[in-house]
């Protein structure tokens, strides 16, 4: 196993436009985060899963914001008529069934965006 | 709610020397987890250590212990015999256990290492 997957690892989009960020997790992990990165802040939790389920989201996932983890595996986030506020890093994590596992949180690489 | 605060923007250690990276905590519950990750450039979440807040010892991982004041929230991290390869932002973050999944993070410091 290679770990938690981002893909792309960068994205540059016009203002308006939609994005689509995918996140393959540690394959025997069943839960899984999505936080968003700003420049020189810490992240910020964005929503969570377990399995399919998505069980927390922050106010700060505005109704531009869906995220989905359809089969229990990878998970999608989209941004819908993205702004330039939006440009951050979006960090994927996961974690296995344990719970609670202090040791259990992996997070990928970030999927950096630029609305210009 | 939850808070995290790291003062330090910024420091410059010589290679070899220890350096102390601060962090202080807020939080009302009494159940809660302290971690700290290494995030190089290259932009991945690296875990480095946990203390949980009935642990009684200080945890420590190898080069990496944490310093832990219960009574001042307090969780400073201790790297020491630094190495050129520590060069690179440093998170405190903290969860609670009330089934909260949420980790809250402070705004880091940016470790440099000196040759």
């Known amino acids: 196993d290679t770990g938690v997957s981002q893909d792309p690892r960068h994205k540059i989009t016009k203002r308006g436009q939609n994005v689509t960020f995918r996140c393959d997790p540690i394959s025997e992990h069943n839960r899984l985060y999505w936080y968003r990165q700003t420049l020189g802040q810490g992240p910020e939790f964005l929503t969570y899963f377990q399995n399919e389920a998505q069980l927390e989201k922050s106010r700060l996932l505005s109704d531009r914001f869906s995220a989905e983890r359809p089969k229990g595996s990878f998970s999608t986030l989209e941004i819908q008529r993205t702004e330039q506020g939006d440009s951050a890093m979006y960090l994927c994590a996961s974690s296995p069934r344990s719970v609670p596992s202090h040791y259990g949180y992996t997070f990928g690489s970030g999927t950096r965006l630029t609305v210009v | 709610a939850q808070k995290i605060t790291q003062t330090q923007p910024g420091m410059f250690v010589q290679e070899k020397e220890a350096v102390t990276l601060d962090c202080t905590y807020d939080t009302s519950d009494q159940s809660y987890g302290l971690f700290w990750y290494k995030q190089p450039s290259s932009g991945e979440m690296i875990f480095l250590i946990y203390?949980?807040?009935?642990?009684?010892q200080n945890a420590t991982e190898g080069r990496y212990s944490l310093n832990f004041q219960k009574a001042r929230k307090s969780a400073n991290l201790v790297i020491s015999a630094s190495q050129l390869g520590d060069s690179a932002m440093y998170f405190c973050?903290?969860?609670?256990?009330?089934?909260?999944?949420?980790?809250?993070f402070g705004t880091g410091t940016r470790l440099t290492i000196i040759p």
């Open positions: 973050a903290m969860r609670d256990w009330s089934g909260n999944e949420k980790l809250t």
């Open positions: 203390q949980g807040s009935y642990d009684e």
